[in-house]
């Protein structure tokens, strides 16, 4: 993903993300590393999207690498939610079944 996440993109994400976790996949790998904006609203859709799939048996992970967004989910109580990766393939790695 790049550019925004925000109230106007959320709905948008929330789509696509229940998408790919209707198709029952056994992971999901959400790349943020191109974002220049993280707001509440998308924020909160990942929380969402993030709890399905755990109850799917699905694991999700983010890949993130801005300290400053990595700080707003040390803020919020959001950085153990879910496991966080530098890259598309230490995810890829780790999420393994």
Same mark, same amino acid.
């Given at each position: 993903? $790049? ?11 929330? *789509?696509?993300?229940? /998408? &790919? =976790?209707?198709?029952?996949? #056994?992971? @999901?790998? @959400?790349?943020? @590393?191109?974002?220049?904006? =993280?707001?509440? $609203? +998308?924020? #909160?859709?990942?929380?969402?999207? %993030?709890? &399905?799939? *755990? %109850?799917?048996?699905? %694991? !999700? #992970?983010? @890949?993130?690498? +801005?300290? *400053?967004?990595?700080?707003?989910? /040390? &803020?919020?109580?959001?950085?153990? $939610?879910?496991?966080?990766?530098? %890259?598309?393939? /230490? $995810? !890829?790695?780790?999420? /393994?079944?």
């Amino acid at each position: 993903m $790049a550019g925004e996440l925000d109230s106007y993109t959320a709905p948008e994400l929330a *789509r696509t993300l229940r /998408e &790919q =976790l209707d198709s029952s996949p #056994s992971m @999901v790998i @959400v790349d943020l @590393v191109g974002l220049d904006f =993280l707001d509440p $609203a +998308s924020l #909160s859709v990942l929380v969402k999207a %993030s709890k &399905q799939a *755990r %109850s799917r048996n699905i %694991s !999700f #992970s983010l @890949v993130l690498i +801005s300290e *400053r967004f990595l700080k707003i989910l /040390e &803020q919020t109580g959001l950085r153990g $939610a879910f496991p966080i990766y530098s %890259s598309a393939s /230490e $995810a !890829f790695t780790a999420e /393994e079944p």
